[in-house]
């Protein structure tokens, strides 16, 4: 395994969305870190947080309402937090760079996608346009999109072509750290599978740290490196893959396994869980999962939890595992 | 054999466009068992949504047959057809655009028992929405919220109510589950399966979730571009898929396990139109298996065993 230097590193990130309904905590003090050509995983359901913490690495939170009120935010060594727009242009696609949950609308109609392409690789290159294009051309094969192909508009592209374009776009300058938002939500399960294959390879070939973002535990067990499982705005749970598919701590992700039907036991009656995720204008006291919890007791409510850790990097925020809480987890893991 | 609750014979649906005919649903024949689910599973385009509405007749079938308990669905007129589709519901995919937002909950719920006439007063009615919301697990304080103050499973919860409220035996769910979170889904799947069970329903399952469709069915019909490639009972289709295709679409399954992952069997190209499709089989620019009687005839509907028959050469 390699070992190399973050490339990216996130410290204690808030972000808030100020509404007329109060004050929306999207993320509440997250932090994590990649290296160079791994994937880590961001696990959650809608309103965990996970698109917000995309946004606000590219420094592309909308303010107003959005403010990232405190944390700190390094690329490649350096703290972003303080960089102007101007510096934000130079590194955003070249250095970072974002693929979009919907291939529909993220491509814009009235160009052709060549076009649209060679769009990054001009500014960040500086290469004239037709230099610009013929690298363009070259980005689209090695997507796997015939080259002639450049000269059509994204109307003229099924679902799955478009994705390929969009991950196109992010990949065409190279990017040392690539965040994918839900890259393959809006695809048929047969070309889910091509665009994950080809993604692997194309992030392992050129040791992009990526941060694959996800609501589906069969495409994390298939990509990532790393996972976080992320709920109201906190990881609340951390590891290696192994650790979070094989040794899950936490009763939300215990919780998040147990929803979903086994291709194996087609006669094991799901386990919800139960109630619903919580507004975020009004997140529970203490341990934000507690009233969705099986295992949560009166101190839940009261006591935040914070990191424990339990080997290595796999680290859980569950008072159950904090040793002067006393609350017992009693029957975790029994199916 | 029990009996069969719904047959359909040689079923096709063409839409016009201006210049040419799409043919989403392309001689299907399947029947369904009074009490059981059928899984209908296939990619976006394959006419499985289509098929769900031509049953109910939302939309009127090109040609073919429908036959509820023996009676032929397309000659129903009238009040003969309100009444079949007091028999025969569908439950939506989107909760967010298949209720009007301008009425509350009791009011959606009770708008097929309004419709129908099925009580003479709004106070019984009232009752009967009450009813129906315990039954679905909505609790009765949200009886006058508008569907926007609602989330997502919730919402489902009411397209469920509404279905249920004139005591269906048969019921579509066009993927009533892919709109929601994991968490949310799991909720949704129990309960349709509760209500299943204690009342006796029939349904026609339509996803593209694979894992649900196995976890839900009796049988299960996969579809690619309009026509049937394999129909088997859920444990044969898993354990034995025949098609090349289904065989490709059970290994594209993402599974959320480290272990016991098969190799990949990856399908080139994609989908093509269902514009005017040429002769032969629909697959077969996709297919690795492809041989030149392929491109000339179409494949014949084999029993391979009991109950599981496919469409291939092979």
């Not at chain 2, 098929?51 to 308990?69: C, K």
């Amino acid at each position: 395994m390699e070992q190399g230097y973050p490339e990216l590193r996130i410290e204690d990130l808030n972000v808030v969305y100020d509404t007329e309904y109060g004050c929306v905590r999207a993320v509440n003090g997250i932090d994590f870190s990649i290296r160079k050509g791994r994937t880590l995983g961001l696990v959650g359901e809608t309103g965990a947080g996970k698109t917000t913490t995309a946004l606000a690495l590219m420094r592309l939170i909308p303010d107003p309402p959005g403010r990232v009120t405190s944390g700190s935010i390094e690329l490649l060594g350096t703290d972003i937090m303080s960089y102007s727009e101007r510096e934000m242009d130079a590194i955003r696609g070249k250095v970072v760079s974002m693929i979009f949950q919907d291939p529909m609308t993220s491509l814009n109609p009235v160009f052709t996608v060549g076009a649209q392409i060679a769009e990054a690789i001009r500014i960040h290159k500086n290469l004239d346009a037709k230099a610009a294009m013929d690298e363009a051309i070259s980005i689209m094969e090695r997507v796997g999109i015939p080259g002639e192909r450049a000269k059509e508009y994204p109307h003229q592209f099924s679902g799955g072509m478009k994705q390929r374009v969009v991950i196109a776009i992010a990949l065409a300058c190279t990017p040392q750290v690539l965040i994918a938002d839900e890259p393959t939500t809006a695809l048929d399960v047969t070309i889910q599978a091509q665009v994950l294959m080809m993604f692997s390879e194309l992030s392992k070939a050129s040791n992009t740290a990526t941060i694959m973002i996800t609501h589906d535990l069969g495409v994390v067990a298939e990509v990532c490196d790393e996972v976080a499982i992320m709920y109201a705005g906190e990881i609340v749970e951390y590891g290696s893959l192994e650790d979070i598919f094989d040794h899950y701590r936490h009763p939300y992700t215990e919780g998040l396994f147990a929803s979903l039907p086994n291709l194996n036991d087609r006669n094991a009656r799901l386990v919800p869980i139960k109630g619903l995720m919580p507004d975020p204008t009004a997140l529970p006291s203490g341990c934000h999962f507690h009233p969705r919890c099986k295992y949560a007791t009166k101190l839940c409510a009261e006591r935040a939890p914070v990191k424990t850790v339990i080997e290595q990097e796999h680290y859980v925020r569950c008072l159950g595992y904090e040793e002067d809480a006393g609350v017992a987890l009693e029957g975790f893991g029994n199916k | 054999m029990s009996e069969k609750l719904i047959e359909v014979k040689n079923l096709k649906k063409y839409f016009g466009t201006s210049k040419s005919r799409l043919h989403a649903v392309d001689g299907l024949s399947f029947s369904i068992e009074k009490g059981k689910i059928l899984g209908v599973v296939g990619e976006s385009g394959c006419g499985k949504s289509t098929t769900g509405r031509v049953l109910l007749r939302l939309h009127e079938p090109t040609s073919g047959e429908i036959l509820f308990h023996g009676e032929d669905v397309l000659a129903f007129r009238g009040r003969r057809l309100k009444n079949f589709r007091a028999h025969a519901q569908i439950i939506f995919q989107d909760p967010y655009a298949s209720l009007n937002p301008r009425k509350t909950v009791s009011e959606i719920i009770a708008e097929p028992l309004r419709l129908h006439k099925a009580f003479r007063t709004k106070a019984e009615r009232h009752a009967k929405a009450l009813e129906l919301m315990e039954l679905v697990g909505l609790a009765e304080r949200l009886i006058n919220t508008y569907p926007h103050e609602l989330d997502g499973g919730r919402r489902q919860r009411i397209g469920i109510a509404r279905a249920l409220a004139l005591d269906p035996e048969f019921i579509v769910c066009d993927e009533p589950v892919s709109a929601l979170d994991v968490s949310i889904q799991a909720q949704i799947l129990n309960l349709l399966q509760d209500l299943q069970d204690s009342l006796g329903l029939t349904y026609m399952f339509i996803t593209h979730d694979l894992s649900v469709v196995n976890y839900f069915s009796n049988d299960i019909l996969v579809m690619y571009l309009g026509k049937m490639v394999e129909m088997a009972p859920a444990v044969d289709l898993f354990a034995n898929p025949t098609h090349p295709y289904t065989k490709a679409l059970l290994s594209a399954i993402p599974i959320p396990s480290l272990h016991g992952r098969a190799e990949r069997i990856l399908i080139r190209g994609e989908v093509v139109s269902p514009i005017n499709p040429p002769p032969g089989c629909r697959f077969l620019p996709r297919c690795d298996y492809a041989m030149p009687i392929c491109a000339e005839q179409e494949p014949p509907v084999k029993e391979i065993s009991c109950g599981h028959t496919v469409a291939c050469h092979l």
